[in-house]
């Protein structure tokens, strides 16, 4: 804990100052507090292209062209001018601040999807450890597909998604891999997730997990595919024996998996032999049909062996809020492909698991430290506060803990790392800004950045821009906030219907 | 006068014993600091035991533990009496003069 607020004070503190062990982070980022993006830019003249977000190491920024076809790479860089004379500050900024290209140096600019295939913007995974990105690239999605083996109804087409896997240092397309006649559900990047160099792409119309590995060399190397099969050697045992499954039509591995996984729990709940038949045709033959309908949604990985995979029904499938519907979530090793824990939505137990250990739950690797600090409930006494003050208002705890579990399994890198959403140091207004990276309806009033340990003292505001008060009413506009995970500097894109994109830049002046 | 490094145990009794103090005409009975050293073996480490971190983090760590709860509280209660740690010896039986 610095003594002073004074900035020179904490230089000179930091000098003698030890903190506390594993908090040698939390105490340096005392200097954002500082350091605070300030001054504000209006309406630069930037290119039209979608912005998506900053790198997590800060090293560069992706946007997509208009046309979303091609990938254009910028690095960041800071403004530089001098100025003569005594009084600089009173100094306004020179002329090329307003210029997009002071802040940013186009790195390449890559084509990466041809003439029908459109670049889904929403889509992008960074691996930090080689400075690789993962795009994807989609055709038009189709609702009525025709069924085909192993398809199931319900869920819609799209003729061939294809990840790129992109060096961004230098733009070279390393590898590939598509997916055809398939659905991967790629907004906000919630069909895959990364961990460490491992991928886990969730083919929704096949029901099956493609487990990937990045290698050094940048190739996409399949490690397994889990769905109809759990092990390696399924296939071929299943083959073998094609004469004796021959029609007869066998559940898919996972679903087998799952089925005797419940079997044996509501088994082990009765210790009474005799009531023990009468309890499993309650609990598990009654509802029999219903375990087998269910189809497996969203997954993520937990460690390098496991995953927590979401169950549900068809009707839910490629929706996001799931309130009505009843879900499901397992936990599945890879290596021994049993199912370890099962959970209903509604459950008690896993929302107390998701309260302590919400970090688990988004499983950062070792190798990337900033995404440890980012504030979560699990790790941050004022997130804690708010949602037990939420859990403390509502009425109907079940229909709480179902509203908590949506937020699992996890999405991969939708949270910016930087220090400004750190809530032990600001207070800001979450439904405006967040650390997620989503489009918010824009408000006028500019946003408020207040610093937590000294209470009502403002740090600084992000104020979108001016207003484009129309004679004919307020025009709706849409705001989204790019922060740098560790510079004062951030972008925030205003879009309004049928008007151009604006950019403005907050940065410390 | 007192050691420099006080009055802290050792596991060999003969180290310190070189120590001069700064003093010379300090008195020769006070030369030798008192040294503490264990008259047991029973806190000593097993000999092939090897600390590391569980590879399982503490999340998967609760999946797997969960279960395994709900099973225990089946046993009967006079299962639980049988001591666990037979290992263990109480300790006014082997209190040693020695400080």
Redesign the interface.
Known sequence: MFRSNNLAARVFERQILTPRPGASVNLVRHFYENLVPSCTIYDIDCPDHSFRKFTDDGQYLVSFSRNHQDLIVYRPTWLSFSCEGEDCDSHSLPQKAKRFDSFFTQLYCVSLASSNEFICKDFFLYMESHQFGLFATSTAQSHDAPTTEGAIDGVPSIERITFYLVRLEDGVILDEKAFCNDFVNLAQSMGVFLYEDLLCIMSLRYQTIHILQIRDSGNLVDVRNIGIFCREDDELFINSHAHVTQGTSLLSGIKQRLLSFIFR?TW?EE?DPTLRVQHLKKKFYFHFQDYVDLIMWKVQF??RH?LLIKFGSVDGGVARSTDQQPAFFA?YNMETTEI??FYQNSSE?LYS?FEQ?YD??HANSRNSLHASFISSHSNNTHALDQLWCIKNKTNNISQFVKKMMTSLPCTCQSQSPSPYFDLSLFRYDEKLISATVRHRHSTEHPIKFISRRQPNILKFKIKPGPEAGGSDGRPKRISSFLFHPYLPFALSIQQTYMQPTVVNIHFRR | MGSLLGDWPSYNPHNFSQLRPADPSAQPSKLTPVTYHPTHSRTLPPPNQVISTETRNILLRQFYQKPEEKLRPKRAASDNLTPAHGSKQLRGAFADGSN
Request: aromatic content about 22%; hydrophobic content about 55%.
């Open positions: 729990k082990n210790a937990l460690d496991h936990v370890v824990a137990e698991l250990f688990y739950f």
